[in-house]
């Protein structure tokens, strides 16, 4: 799905036909759309800072020329971007010339204030691009790109005028290449997006804990070593031998200067002091131990700190004497977060360093450290900038800090006169899953829907206003521990991306949610025609029934509804494919046991928003839990849908891991006649690294060596119906199936079931719960 930030779109005040779909190759415009000129119904919904209509109308055809002021390198790339997408997105051909009359015209004018501000004007004689700056032009470009493909065919476009500039300066995506890596294509189609949706700041995240993934020529070892890892059940399960990679010089230079002609900032981040097992597999020198270890296969918190030695920093210097050459950018991130200090404190060597530094704690040591590579960078013309741990020892010189453990951050370094970008977890963090759906993939919950990125507020509430203009601005951030391909990442980003555009963008007063999905159609289609693999899970309808009544009276009530409340939803009962002339849900209706409804959500054009959706409604079903429908139990919230391989190349099968308490429920089973149980569990690699929080992770008394699944009824303590002895993983596959007979009984009952496996084993997650009837 697609939207434009500051999104100029057309929409049909009666139909929103500004609903568009697309070609195989190119956006198809709104079917019912006329000439804006003889449609007074037709009404611009900007999400601009000021637009006033204009009387009448221009056509943009075929071979139109494009005027950029004399020897303007950065105004000829910005008419050529424009040319670009107008050919790929309508067929239009535009050409740049020097001669007048030009129907498109970009224009410096220093009357322009704003840094990335722009007017732009069309009337009956073509269309005028003026800024002041660079980003200002490329920022008109868009929007008449936006207009282009949103209105019809021949791309009339209506006379007006918008005076436009962003809300906020920092307008970020943060991309994690080290867990699981993208080609340097990908970034591109990634970049590519961003500039769409006006987007200017990537956070490169380039070394952690699992690899090193930028090359720097005077340590060779940290790509020869560190960017490589040996997986969990390599060479098994479609599990690679080793996996990993590095971006070499030559490719970070061509993305940064792509990403620079589309006025995106590539910010890099090498993590330290923490999240440095990578480095020090490479360079042992490196590490408090100075012995050798291995690349971590483990998400989470790694133990592994750099030495806060002279040496270590001579070290870091000289890497980021490297990244500097490569990275023009003001800001360098030098992380500073989840620095656990068991080794700086179990360390004589660097308890007597401190002492020496007269610093009284550990945090007040890792500020030390990392005031000398900001100093550094500061004497080099550059500008640290760190997650918000950097404040718990005092923030190093000028360094900016970034927010992520929520807002807190922010607000403690605004007040103490710091610039802050908010990047608060779990609010913009696009590892959250978009949904609780049972066919959503990977990811992190509570659930993080296009509704709540789109109300993200930037400025915390706790700041007054000289407070609140050290807000930078605010990015999400694509952390890929379960996103080990590039479909996950685009299923997990769009559109969420285009919510997150305009919380940065719009001025505050013109956000508006319902205006936002009525245009979110138009950028679906630009997202089809760019091939981009985006979530439908906001539209996608949840298709619910009474299972009491249907497994009491073989019938029951049908419920359809989807998570934004957007969209028409036609349904079927023959199996065949819904379509807009399907029927229309407008109420619950009946069915009769076994049913198969399908369903899809439609735009008032008539173009679908979701594929189709089926729910199979029998007494088979309706027995019958998957292992994202069973809750937690209670006291242990934490939930992640995870594939059976960390390296997995397609989206499906998932599984939901409750990670510290392996214990969950099926709360309200319908137990009347069965009797018999069915439980598949699937087994998955253990490779979470949870430092401090371990002790959180229960651990059950087991009777037999590998440990058990308990099956209790009417709550955890319950009388226990079923007890099956896990095999030895070492000799059995990954699916395990289990089943029992059980004494009848009547009513409702809550299921608990418990494992008692080691937690230093593998994990082991619920695929299937089954409930058998008439068992011989």
Same mark, same amino acid.
């Given at each position: #799905?697609?939207?434009?930030?500051?999104?100029?779109?057309?929409?049909?005040?009666?139909?929103?036909? /500004?609903?568009?779909?697309?070609?195989?190759?190119?956006?198809?415009?709104?079917?019912?759309?006329?000439?804006?000129?003889?449609?007074?119904?037709?009404?611009?919904?900007?999400?601009?800072?000021?637009?006033?209509?204009?009387?009448?109308?221009?056509?943009?055809?075929?071979?139109?020329?494009?005027?950029?002021?004399?020897?303007?390198?950065?105004?000829? +790339?910005?008419?050529?971007?424009?040319?670009?997408?107008?050919?790929?997105?309508?067929?239009?051909?535009?050409?740049?010339?020097?001669?007048?009359?030009?129907?498109?015209?970009?224009?410096?004018?220093?009357?322009?204030?704003?840094? +990335?501000?722009?007017?732009?004007?069309?009337?009956?004689?073509?269309?005028?691009?003026?800024?002041?700056?660079?980003?200002?032009?490329?920022?008109?470009?868009?929007?008449?790109?936006?207009?282009?493909?949103?209105?019809?065919?021949?791309?009339?476009?209506?006379?007006?005028?918008?005076?436009?500039?962003? %809300?906020?300066?920092?307008?970020?995506?943060?991309?994690?290449?080290?867990?699981? #890596?993208?080609?340097?294509?990908?970034?591109?189609?990634?970049?590519?997006?961003?500039?769409?949706?006006?987007?200017?700041?990537?956070?490169?995240?380039?070394?952690?804990?699992?690899?090193? %993934?930028?090359?720097?020529?005077?340590?060779?070892?940290?790509?020869?070593?560190?960017?490589?890892?040996?997986?969990?059940?390599?060479?098994?399960?479609?599990?690679?031998?080793?996996?990993?990679? =590095?971006?070499?010089?030559?490719?970070?230079?061509?993305?940064?200067?792509?990403?620079?002609?589309?006025?995106?900032?590539?910010?890099?981040?090498?993590?330290?002091?923490?999240?440095?097992?990578?480095?020090?597999?490479?360079?042992?020198?490196?590490?408090?131990?100075?012995?050798?270890?291995?690349?971590?296969?483990?998400?989470?918190?790694?133990?592994?700190?750099?030495?806060?030695?002279?040496?270590?920093?001579?070290?870091?210097?000289?890497?980021?004497?490297?990244? #500097?050459?490569?990275?023009?950018?003001?800001?360098?991130?030098?992380?500073?977060?989840?620095?656990?200090?068991?080794?700086?404190?179990?360390?004589?060597?660097?308890?007597?360093?401190?002492?020496?530094?007269?610093?009284?704690?550990?945090?007040?040591?890792?500020?030390?450290?990392?005031?000398?590579?900001?100093?550094?960078?500061?004497?080099?013309?550059?500008?640290?900038?760190?997650?918000?741990?950097?404040?718990?020892?005092?923030?190093?010189?000028?360094? /900016?800090?970034?927010?992520?453990?929520?807002?807190?951050?922010?607000?403690?370094? /605004?007040?103490?006169?710091?610039?802050?970008?908010?990047?608060?977890?779990?609010?913009?963090?696009?590892?959250?899953?978009?949904?609780?759906?049972?066919?959503?993939?990977?990811? %992190?919950?509570?659930?993080?829907?296009?509704?709540?990125?789109?109300? =993200?507020?930037?400025?915390?509430?706790?700041?007054?206003?000289?407070?609140?203009?050290?807000?930078?601005?605010?990015?999400?951030?694509?952390?890929?521990?379960?996103?080990?391909?590039?479909?996950?990442?685009?299923?997990?980003?769009?559109?969420?991306?285009?919510?997150?555009?305009?919380?940065?963008?719009?001025?505050?007063?013109?956000?508006?949610?319902?205006?936002?999905?009525?245009?979110?159609?138009?950028?679906?289609?630009?997202?089809?025609?760019?091939?981009?693999?985006?979530?439908?899970?906001?539209?996608?309808?949840?298709?619910?029934?009474?299972?009491?009544?249907?497994?009491?009276?073989?019938?029951?009530?049908?419920?359809?509804? @989807?998570? &934004?409340?957007?969209?028409?939803?036609?349904?079927?009962?023959?199996?065949?494919?819904?379509?807009?002339?399907?029927?229309?849900?407008? &109420?619950?209706?009946?069915?009769?046991?076994?049913?198969?409804?399908?369903?899809?959500?439609?735009?008032?054009?008539?173009?679908?928003? $979701?594929?189709?959706?089926?729910?199979?409604?029998?007494?088979?079903?309706?027995?019958?839990?998957?292992?994202?429908?069973?809750?937690?139990?209670?006291?242990?919230?934490?939930?992640?849908?995870?594939?059976?391989?960390?390296? /997995?190349?397609?989206?499906?099968?998932?599984?939901?891991?409750?990670?510290? @308490?392996?214990?969950?429920?099926?709360?309200?089973?319908?137990?009347?006649?069965?009797?018999?149980?069915?439980?598949?569990?699937?087994?998955?690699? @253990?490779?979470? &690294?949870?430092?401090?929080?371990?002790?959180?992770?229960?651990?059950?008394?087991?009777?037999?060596?590998?440990?058990?699944?308990?099956?209790?009824?009417?709550?955890?303590?319950?009388?226990?119906?079923?007890?099956?002895?896990?095999?030895?993983?070492?000799?059995?596959?990954?699916?395990?199936?289990?089943?029992?007979?059980? $004494?009848? $009984?009547?009513?409702?009952?809550?299921?608990?079931?418990?494992?008692?496996?080691?937690?230093?084993?593998?994990?082991?997650?619920?695929?299937?719960?089954?409930?058998?009837?008439?068992?011989?």
């Amino acid at each position: #799905m697609s939207r434009c930030p500051p999104l100029v779109c057309l929409v049909l005040v009666a139909t929103a036909a /500004a609903l568009a779909a697309c070609a195989p190759t190119a956006i198809r415009p709104p079917s019912s759309v006329v000439d804006p000129a003889a449609a007074p119904t037709i009404a611009l919904i900007p999400q601009v800072a000021s637009l006033h209509r204009g009387v009448g109308s221009f056509e943009l055809r075929d071979g139109a020329a494009i005027s950029v002021p004399a020897n303007d390198g950065a105004a000829r +790339e910005a008419a050529q971007w424009l040319a670009d997408r107008v050919r790929s997105s309508r067929q239009l051909m535009l050409k740049q010339t020097a001669a007048a009359p030009a129907a498109v015209r970009f224009v410096r004018d220093p009357a322009i204030a704003a840094d +990335e501000g722009y007017r732009l004007t069309v009337t009956p004689d073509g269309v005028d691009i003026r800024a002041r700056t660079d980003a200002g032009l490329f920022y008109g470009a868009v929007t008449l790109w936006q207009l282009v493909t949103a209105v019809p065919a021949g791309a009339i476009l209506p006379a007006l005028t918008i005076d436009d500039a962003p %809300r906020f300066a920092w307008r970020g995506l943060m991309l994690d290449s080290v867990r699981h #890596m993208q080609t340097p294509d990908e970034i591109r189609t990634l970049i590519e997006q961003m500039a769409e949706h006006k987007l200017n700041v990537l956070h490169w995240h380039l070394t952690d804990d699992q690899g090193w %993934r930028i090359q720097i020529k005077r340590y060779p070892e940290l790509t020869r070593v560190g960017a490589w890892r040996t997986p969990p059940d390599a060479g098994r399960y479609g599990e690679p031998k080793r996996y990993g990679g =590095f971006y070499t010089q030559d490719e970070i230079r061509q993305i940064v200067a792509y990403a620079a002609a589309r006025q995106i900032t590539v910010v890099p981040e090498i993590d330290m002091p923490g999240h440095a097992t990578a480095a020090v597999a490479a360079y042992p020198r490196l590490g408090v131990t100075g012995k050798r270890i291995a690349v971590s296969t483990d998400w989470g918190v790694n133990t592994t700190l750099y030495n806060p030695s002279p040496a270590t920093v001579r070290f870091m210097q000289h890497v980021l004497d490297e990244v #500097m050459t490569l990275f023009p950018s003001r800001f360098i991130h030098l992380g500073g977060d989840e620095a656990v200090k068991d080794e700086w404190q179990a360390s004589r060597a660097v308890q007597a360093q401190r002492k020496r530094l007269g610093l009284a704690s550990d945090d007040a040591l890792q500020s030390w450290f990392m005031d000398q590579l900001g100093s550094y960078l500061a004497a080099h013309g550059r500008r640290m900038i760190g997650w918000d741990e950097i404040l718990d020892g005092g923030v190093p010189g000028n360094a /900016a800090v970034m927010s992520w453990r929520g807002s807190k951050g922010a607000v403690a370094a /605004a007040q103490k006169g710091h610039d802050v970008v908010l990047s608060p977890a779990p609010d913009l963090y696009f590892d959250q899953l978009q949904s609780d759906r049972a066919d959503e993939t990977t990811g %992190r919950l509570p659930v993080k829907s296009l509704a709540d990125i789109y109300a =993200f507020e930037p400025i915390p509430k706790a700041l007054d206003a000289a407070q609140a203009a050290h807000v930078l601005g605010a990015q999400a951030n694509v952390w890929t521990e379960h996103m080990p391909s590039f479909a996950h990442i685009e299923h997990a980003v769009f559109p969420r991306l285009d919510a997150l555009a305009e919380a940065t963008w719009t001025p505050l007063a013109r956000r508006n949610w319902p205006d936002f999905l009525a245009r979110l159609p138009v950028q679906l289609a630009r997202y089809r025609a760019a091939g981009i693999g985006y979530a439908d899970s906001a539209f996608a309808p949840a298709i619910t029934v009474d299972a009491d009544a249907a497994l009491a009276h073989g019938r029951t009530q049908v419920r359809i509804a @989807n998570q &934004a409340d957007f969209g028409t939803l036609h349904y079927t009962l023959d199996g065949s494919a819904p379509g807009a002339t399907s029927p229309a849900y407008v &109420a619950p209706f009946e069915v009769t046991l076994p049913a198969t409804v399908r369903a899809a959500a439609f735009a008032p054009d008539g173009d679908a928003l $979701t594929a189709p959706r089926t729910q199979v409604i029998d007494r088979a079903s309706l027995l019958t839990r998957n292992g994202s429908e069973l809750t937690n139990c209670p006291g242990s919230p934490f939930r992640l849908r995870v594939q059976p391989e960390p390296d /997995a190349t397609t989206l499906a099968p998932v599984y939901t891991v409750p990670l510290f @308490n392996s214990c969950q429920q099926w709360q309200g089973a319908p137990l009347d006649g069965v009797d018999t149980l069915h439980v598949t569990l699937q087994r998955l690699p @253990n490779n979470y &690294a949870l430092a401090h929080e371990a002790k959180l992770v229960v651990q059950r008394p087991r009777a037999t060596p590998f440990g058990e699944l308990v099956a209790h009824v009417d709550g955890c303590e319950g009388a226990v119906l079923a007890r099956w002895p896990l095999p030895d993983p070492a000799r059995s596959p990954r699916s395990l199936p289990f089943d029992a007979a059980i $004494t009848p $009984t009547t009513g409702k009952h809550d299921l608990c079931f418990v494992l008692t496996a080691p937690t230093a084993g593998p994990l082991h997650a619920f695929d299937r719960v089954e409930l058998g009837e008439g068992a011989k």
